[in-house]
């Protein structure tokens, strides 16, 4: 158990719907990471909060959106959803926002 | 392109065999993580390296961080069908980026 929790485990939704993930760092991290894992793509990076404010991005939609509250836990808002959408979305949470990420147990997420 | 290259992809062998995963880059890291995935699960940290020509040592895996570091491999001894499962490497870049470039994996079978 890497400390990180996330919700939902799974997630089904239809086209066009909307839908909210939920990750909780581990106790003490600052910093909050999410990535797409798909089939065909591997693990790609999407976005970085550290202490609240946006860090890093990497290749995230338009139509994606996260955000990190005072709390430190963050959400990740997917939008008008597509098929090519599914995949298994994880968070990850590290100290200092550099180095070492420990990952949640992810959300699978299947569009139909 | 990928900015990691890893290598194998797939490996299928039998039990007590001996194995290698490489991982390879034209960019330098200030620090190189190798993550175990099991299916459905998010990736656990198993080392991260961080000096050029550092090895350390987890019971029966061996890793390197290549001099340069630029390269680092994983080498199994004694393979156990319990270590079965995606091997990822990630590099933390020096360009302050904070992002983790995740190689494309390597999905080990070891069989019984």
């Known amino acids: 158990d890497s400390g990180v929790t996330q919700t939902p485990k799974h997630l089904i939704t239809a086209t066009g719907q909307r839908v909210t993930l939920r990750c909780s760092p581990r106790?003490?991290?600052?910093?909050v990471y999410w990535y797409q894992q798909s089939l065909d793509q591997g693990l790609q990076f999407l976005i970085q909060y550290y202490n609240g404010e946006e860090r890093a991005k990497g290749n995230i939609l338009e139509r994606f959106s996260a955000q990190q509250f005072p709390d430190l836990h963050s959400e990740l808002n997917l939008s008008s959803l597509e098929l090519g959408d599914s995949a298994l979305y994880f968070c990850?949470?590290?100290?200092?926002?550099?180095?070492?990420?420990?990952f949640g147990p992810g959300t699978r997420l299947l569009v139909l | 392109t990928q900015l990691l290259e890893q290598s194998p992809q797939f490996l299928s062998i039998q039990e007590g065999e001996n194995l290698t995963v490489y991982c390879n880059s034209s960019s330098v890291f200030s620090s190189l993580q190798w993550y175990r995935q099991e299916p459905g699960e998010g990736p656990v940290l198993l080392v991260t390296?961080?000096?050029?020509?550092e090895v350390k040592k987890l019971k029966r895996l061996t890793f390197q961080f290549g001099d340069a570091r630029k390269d680092s491999s994983l080498h199994i001894t004694a393979a156990q069908p319990g270590d079965t499962g995606l091997y990822l490497c990630?590099?933390?870049?020096?360009?302050?980026?904070?992002?983790?470039?995740f190689g494309s994996g390597t999905r080990l079978l070891v069989r019984p």
């Open positions: 990850a949470s590290s100290v200092d926002g550099q180095g070492t990420q420990y």
């Open positions: 390296v961080v000096t050029g020509g």
């Open positions: 106790s003490g991290d600052l910093s």
């Open positions: 990630a590099g933390d870049l020096l360009d302050s980026s904070y992002k983790l470039i």
